[in-house]
């Protein structure tokens, strides 16, 4: 039955986008994680739980908590689905939850006390109507001064979530809260199930965004206090907001479960009526994921013989899988995982080794997103690279030079325009240009189809970091 709603106040969804998604590496990676990623839908993780807010009444636009890295993929996959002007906040580096929604909470207060949904930009929801009805029932509650939590019937022992022990109310529309439980043991998760007392906490929270400010000023007096300043001499260039470093670095990282909720009676739960799953990890995909007859997921060019129950991601090219089953097996273009489904966490070690001797498949792809478009890296040795180029419509690089390598431009399809030492040159299909170390450069799409080139890189040195931006339109000089 869809709750009756009260229409005198407003929502306003706080999406937090800064994880990182090494459960799911090797298609996520720290410069380009899981959110940004299309992994069960056409659309991303992070678009996905931008639309699924257009069922709800009373809605603001979103705001967006990230990491720096990543506001031009916030900014464009919002634009993406009609979300011209997000407002999105930009961490230069990650607290936790309890700084992100203090910040946005007191964005959100510089218009009104609306009401806060706060939301991960990485979980899957399959009834929609049903998760809107739960946003409506919960806001209604918390208008009247209560923090909610969003719990979930659990489906299974899941011993990867985080639990709340719930009981009966004389409200029918809410349940009490008792405590929160870490991650459990499969022995106790089972018990959790049978006793019929537990829900999963799915980590969607509602509530005032006034009474929130005043249980994180009694709790957590300094957070609010250097929160309140970072945004207070934050930097506002078009949509970004970008809080006083000097302030937000002091903030001690912190979860709002621990510092707030695990402190406050003013807690309720609502039961969240729709199909969840925070997509932490290969094994939560593939359980998600809709199997053919043989208990598999299978995309892109897989040819599978005798193979049972595993999760199958071939995009890059052609994999043949013989004789094999519970397996994740994804393949990427500089790397391939092959893991047990019941082992599959034992990625994050996996790339904490990798990470710590200074190889960079934990953290990059050879195809690499900017606001201009992407490049990708087809060859590399000693003392060059080639790339491949894609350069959006009407979009163009910073204006730029390098310090240690010189690069050659060829024009594979479109037509460029290129800026060399003051002079503009325009570069059809197969024309080309040297750009010598130290010179200042820039190169456009003044056009209103895609530009394809090849960029022939020579030096000693060739990494990303010899940069030298003059003038960016994406705010990274």
């Given amino acids: 039955m869809t709750p009756k709603l009260q229409l005198t106040y407003k929502i306003t969804p706080v999406i937090l986008a800064g994880g990182s998604g090494k459960r799911l590496w090797p298609l996520s990676r720290e410069k380009y994680p ?4 299309s992994i069960v839908s056409k659309n991303t993780l992070l678009q996905d739980t931008i639309l699924r807010l257009r069922g709800i009444k009373n809605v603001n636009s979103p705001i967006v908590v990230c990491n720096i890295e990543h506001r031009s993929f916030v900014n464009q996959q919002c634009q993406d689905i009609g979300y011209d002007q997000p407002r999105i906040i930009i961490e230069e580096e990650g607290r936790n939850t ?4 203090t910040l946005a909470t007191l964005e959100s207060l510089n218009e009104e006390d609306s009401i806060i949904l706060v939301l991960s930009s990485d979980h899957l929801l399959k009834n929609n109507e049903a998760f809107s009805n739960s946003i409506h029932s919960a806001s209604d509650i918390a208008a009247e001064g209560s923090i909610i939590l969003l719990g979930v019937e659990p489906s299974y022992p899941h011993t990867g979530y985080g ?3 719930v009981s009966e109310s004389h409200n029918k529309n809410f349940l009490k809260f008792e405590k929160f439980i870490e991650k459990p043991t499969l022995r106790d998760a089972k018990s959790y199930i049978s006793q019929g007392k537990f829900l999963w906490n799915s980590g ?5 965004a006034s009474e929130i400010i005043k249980e994180i000023r009694e709790h957590e007096p300094e957070t609010l206090e250097l929160a309140s300043y970072s945004l207070k001499n934050a930097i506002r260039k078009d949509n970004f907001i970008f809080p006083d470093n000097s302030f937000f670095k002091k903030i001690r990282s912190n979860s709002i479960d621990y510092a707030i909720f695990e402190n406050t009676k ?6 969240l009526n729709s199909e969840w799953s925070d997509l932490g990890t290969w094994d939560s995909i593939f ?4 199997k053919d007859k043989n208990g598999n997921y299978i995309i892109g060019d897989a ?5 049972q129950n595993s999760y199958i991601n071939a995009t890059n090219h052609m994999l043949v899988s013989i004789g094999v089953e519970d397996l994740i097996i994804v393949d990427t273009a500089d790397a391939t995982l092959v893991a047990s489904k019941n082992q599959s966490d034992e990625i994050v070690k996996f790339l904490s080794k990798i990470k710590s001797s200074g190889r960079k498949e934990n953290s990059t792809h050879l195809k690499v997103y900017r606001p201009w478009g992407f490049f990708e890296i087809l060859e590399n040795g000693k003392n060059f690279q080639v790339k491949k180029l894609h350069i959006k419509p009407h979009s163009k690089l910073s204006l730029q030079s390098h310090n240690k390598r010189s690069e050659h431009w060829v024009v594979v399809d479109g037509q460029a325009t290129v800026t060399r030492d003051k002079c ?4 059809n299909s197969g024309g080309s240009i040297e750009i010598p170390i130290g010179t200042i450069h820039r190169l456009e799409n003044l056009t209103n189809d895609p530009v394809e080139m090849i960029e022939v890189q020579i030096g000693q040195y060739l990494d990303e970091d010899d940069i030298t931006r003059y003038a960016d339109i994406y705010g990274r000089d």
Avoid: G, W
């Fill in 287 to 290: 359980e998600t994921s809709d």
């Fill in 163 to 165: 639990y709340i022990k």
């Fill in 98 to 101: 309890l700084p992100a929604i």
């Fill in 424 to 427: 503009n040159h325009t570069l």
């Fill in 34 to 37: 899981k959110q940004y990623l």
């Fill in 266 to 271: 003013n807690i309720k739960v609502v039961e």
């Fill in 204 to 208: 969607i929270f509602v509530f005032k």
């Fill in 303 to 307: 040819h599978c013989i005798n193979t």
